[in-house]
């Protein structure tokens, strides 16, 4: 199995930073693509904020773009949401994203998630 255990979240005020971090642990043998999510309120459907690639492209949505950066550490399998100039409309839950696969055979890609981390920004 697949762990991802999300940690960085916090209070910060409006124009603040954060840097959020994403490890995965467990029976690795690669990590394709690593997201990060985000649910702004209860009911809500998430959306994608950044993704990256094992190769190091990204996207991002545009309500971040220039704002946040997306990296990824594969020796230690970890993806890291750095967020710049936080806005209020930034708080919500974020959520770490991988596919994994756990052994030589493809048949082994999983897609995992973390289990949240809460970012809070205040006016």
């Known amino acids: 199995q697949v762990q991802l255990v999300e940690s960085g979240g916090g209070l910060v005020q409006a124009g603040g930073s954060l840097r959020l971090s994403c490890a995965a642990s467990?029976?690795?043998?690669?990590?394709?693509?690593m997201r990060w999510y985000r649910r702004q309120a209860p009911g809500k459907q998430r959306e994608l904020v950044a993704?990256?690639?094992?190769?190091?492209?990204?996207n991002y949505a545009d309500s971040v773009k220039g704002r946040f950066t997306i990296s990824r550490d594969n020796a230690k399998n970890t993806v890291y949401l750095q967020m710049n100039s936080l806005k209020p409309e930034d708080t919500a839950v974020y959520y770490c994203?991988?596919?994994?696969?756990?052994?030589?055979?493809?048949?082994?890609?999983?897609?995992?998630w973390g289990q949240g981390t809460q970012v809070t920004v205040s006016s």
């Open positions: 467990g029976s690795i043998f690669s990590i394709n693509a």
């Open positions: 993704a990256i690639t094992s190769g190091g492209s990204t």
């Open positions: 994203n991988a596919n994994v696969q756990m052994t030589y055979s493809k048949d082994t890609l999983r897609e995992y």
